[in-house]
T-cell receptor
């Protein structure tokens, strides 16, 4: 199972772009990279998912280099409401077709005025 | 927004009591999950289900049990609650072909005194 490593915390200011990098050196061929956001006392919320290169949706971009040993979540122009914990996950596809997600300790992002 | 519900949101109960945490989703998802999360810590998968009459234990050993009699319903039961069961319990669901995108409920915060 691929283990992920991400910074414990990051600080930013409103309006800035935030990039959170995650390392997953042992990622397997079939693994997808997924990012979730969690606010206090709530369940995590899916942000974005990718396999290689770049993926963009309405809230974030995900950059994955060719070797796939790391990935970077990019949040454009953050606001105070983006203060949360961000999890980088690498899914493992089992023989049964079940894709298991392993949540690490995540990155605590604090956005200040 | 995802339609996945958990009740109760908060529960304080004495040692030895039997409790059932409810989880329902209206999205018709086949896959459902239970996670356990202590404050400030990562989520751990304790149970999952592929569909009706299918349940499996997750990576974190748990004394709880689950059932899946209906697609939309995935309750978790503790036969005899103990203080060590104090935690937040999060239910999630996903479509059959993409377990990486899971929809989480708001969670149940359980305190056993």
């Amino acid at each position: 199972l691929a283990k992920t490593t991400q910074p414990i915390s990051m600080d930013s200011y409103e309006g800035q772009e935030v990039n959170i990098t995650c390392s997953h050196n042992n990622i397997a061929t079939n693994d997808y990279i997924t990012w979730y956001q969690q606010f206090p006392s709530q369940g995590p919320r899916f942000i974005i998912q990718g396999y290689k290169t770049k993926v963009t949706n309405e809230v974030a971009s995900l950059f994955i280099p060719a070797d796939r040993k790391s990935s970077t979540l990019s949040l454009p122009r953050v606001s105070l409401s983006d203060t949360a914990v961000y999890y980088c996950l690498v899914g493992e596809e089992r023989d049964t077709g079940f894709q298991k997600l392993v949540f690490g300790t995540g990155t605590r992002l604090l956005v200040s005025p | 927004e995802a339609d996945i519900y958990q009740t109760p949101r908060y529960l304080v109960i004495g040692t030895g009591k039997k409790i059932t945490l409810e989880c329902s989703q209206t999205m018709g998802h086949d896959k459902m999950y239970w996670y356990q999360q202590d404050p400030g810590m990562e989520l751990h998968l304790i149970h999952y289900s592929y569909g009706v009459n299918s349940t499996e234990k997750g990576d974190l050993s748990s004394e709880s049990t689950v059932s899946r009699i209906r697609t939309e319903h995935f309750p978790l039961t503790l036969e005899s609650a103990r203080p060590s069961h104090t935690s937040q319990y999060l239910c999630a669901s996903s479509e059959w072909d993409n377990s990486y995108e899971q929809y989480f409920g708001p969670g149940t915060r359980l305190t056993v005194t």
